[in-house]
């Protein structure tokens, strides 16, 4: 009787291994692909080796999240080769991608942006300044870190524009006809016209990225934002750029499509805040009036750039306090990643480096296999192969 008890308990799967309904969404696990910039869009544009890339790390009822696409031509990073999702040959590149997912049965979202003030003026139109919430300039650190130029702060009027660029990159972004946007309860943004003109990539959703340091967080952080008019100053203050940004984004697709990716204790980029926790827990809040799908967090203990530091700050608070889905992320294993989840910390947990280096991780992960270690010098070369889609899978023999 005890052997059968423990076969029976050997065969049951580990909690990161059982299915979760993520909305209208039926997930077979709870192992997400986390956004990770790859630094290989020719051009902004999504290429072909993307294809297998992202093919590579999906599986059945998985959840993949998409490399930040910016939402402007003045979004994108000072680092070549980040992809855009504003124009129609942006959007086309974006759909064998997303096609790929789909005939795998995974379910995929795209990552939308603005960097900020984390630019130079050789990446913007016309050599023009990077914009920002303010005109504190980054600091670049160390010998061959990239040289940012001093950015523009955004005039109060001209940030409802910003927030329109995001509107806009998440309608690109959709998988919509005419009959599905007629349903959506934000519609009226969009004209019938629109919908028969406009050709969609095709995702399942979106992620708004408002952590690292980049233009959302850069309202958000009290260390950067310096505002004096009605987006700084005040915790209320500094998060409204962000909710209003939701706000625009779920009328426009459905909240039921949209996540926010936060890092409230990160100080990547310069971008500190006196009361992280504070912060995370008005946002956690703010986010079930607009009832969108998910919340994507960092945790704390990645406070800087690819780095684990020990803090007895945590994310329950904020878990606790969002109604919807809870995503964790920042330095998981296989053995806190099923914690996170056994003890209700979050309902799904993200893994960056780790997936990169295993595309199969969910199967390494439920054969507790041996797992292929990341290298970090081919993170973000332009090769369409090397540390992108050449590392092996597992050989089994089922």
Same mark, same amino acid.
């Given at each position: ?18 299915? !979760? ?31 297998? !890339? ?81 005109? %504190? ?40 006809? %005419? ?88 100080? !990547?980029?310069?971008?500190? =805040? ?38 007895? =700050? ?32 979050? =309902?799904?947990?993200? !893994? ?45 023999? =089922?």
């Amino acid at each position: 009787m005890e052997d059968g008890q423990e076969k029976e308990q050997s065969q049951q799967p580990i909690p990161l291994l059982t299915p !979760y309904k993520l909305g209208n969404f039926q997930l077979f696990h709870r192992i997400v692909l986390a956004p990770m910039a790859r630094q290989r869009s020719y051009g902004n544009l999504p290429q072909p080796h993307a294809v297998l !890339y992202y093919s590579q790390r999906t599986s059945r009822g998985g959840l993949i999240i998409t490399e930040a696409a910016g939402v402007s031509d003045t979004s994108l990073i000072g680092i070549p080769f980040s992809p855009g999702i504003w124009t129609k040959e942006q959007v086309e590149a974006w759909k064998p991608i997303v096609d790929a997912v789909h005939a795998k049965g995974g379910i995929i979202f795209c990552q939308i942006f603005h960097v900020g003030r984390v630019s130079s003026s050789d990446s913007q139109p016309n050599g023009q300044a990077p914009i920002s919430s303010t005109d %504190k300039p980054l600091t670049p650190e160390g010998f061959d870190a990239p040289k940012y130029s001093p950015p523009r702060r955004l005039k109060t009027e001209e940030i409802p524009g910003i927030v329109n660029d995001f509107r806009l990159a998440a309608i690109n972004a959709i998988e919509a006809g %005419k009959r599905q946007l007629e349903k959506e309860k934000g519609s009226r943004f969009i004209s019938l016209t629109t919908c028969v003109v406009l050709k969609f990539a095709g995702f399942d959703g979106v992620e708004i990225h408002g952590a690292h340091g980049f233009l959302i967080d850069q309202f958000l952080k009290d260390q950067i934002n310096d505002r004096t008019d009605e987006y700084g100053g005040s915790l209320e203050n500094r998060c409204r750029f962000a909710l209003e940004i939701v706000e625009a984004v779920s009328d426009a697709i459905g909240s039921h499509r949209v996540g926010l990716r936060l890092s409230p204790f990160a100080n !990547y980029n310069e971008a500190g =805040d006196s009361n992280a926790k504070a912060l995370g827990l008005y946002m956690a809040e703010a986010l079930n009036k607009h009832k969108i799908l998910y919340c994507h967090m960092v945790e704390p203990r990645m406070k800087t750039l690819g780095e684990k530091s020990e803090t007895a =700050d945590s994310l329950m608070p904020m878990r606790k306090a969002f109604n919807g889905t809870f995503i964790a992320a920042g330095g998981y294993n296989r053995e806190d990643g099923d914690r996170a989840v056994a003890e209700n910390q979050a =309902d799904l947990v993200a !893994y960056g480096r780790l997936f990169l280096a295993n595309p199969d991780l969910p199967r390494r992960f439920e054969l507790n296999a041996s797992l292929n270690k990341y290298h970090r010098d081919t993170f973000y070369t332009s090769d369409p192969v090397v540390g992108y889609t050449d590392y092996p899978f597992l050989e089994t023999n =089922d």
